[in-house]
């Protein structure tokens, strides 16, 4: 967002699309080798297509009230910080 003088809604935006782009790159590599269960990848398409949609309504929502967004992302953030330090220091 700083480096690139983006929005929070155009940085969301722009990780989920790096992310899919790399996500799709590696299905069509595992799918050529033959290592997808297809029912399973079907199940998880079908969960992340939902997820995003809602997601994106959900962000637009509420990149109208000021600073909600940003401070939805650096709470979700820290908790995924304080989750893996915790696992890495011996936690479950």
Request: positive net charge; without cysteine.
């Amino acid at each position: 967002m700083f480096a690139g003088g983006l929005s929070i809604i155009d940085a969301i935006g722009s990780a989920l699309l790096a992310v899919g782009v790399f996500g799709a790159t590696t299905a069509i590599n595992y799918a050529a080798s033959g290592l997808i269960d297809w029912r399973v990848a079907v199940e998880f398409i079908a969960g992340g297509l939902a997820g995003g949609w809602l997601g994106a309504l959900g962000a637009h929502r509420l990149a109208q009230r000021r600073g909600v967004l940003n401070r939805l992302l650096a709470v979700v953030i820290a908790a995924v910080a304080v989750l893996m330090l915790w696992r890495e220091m011996g936690g479950p």
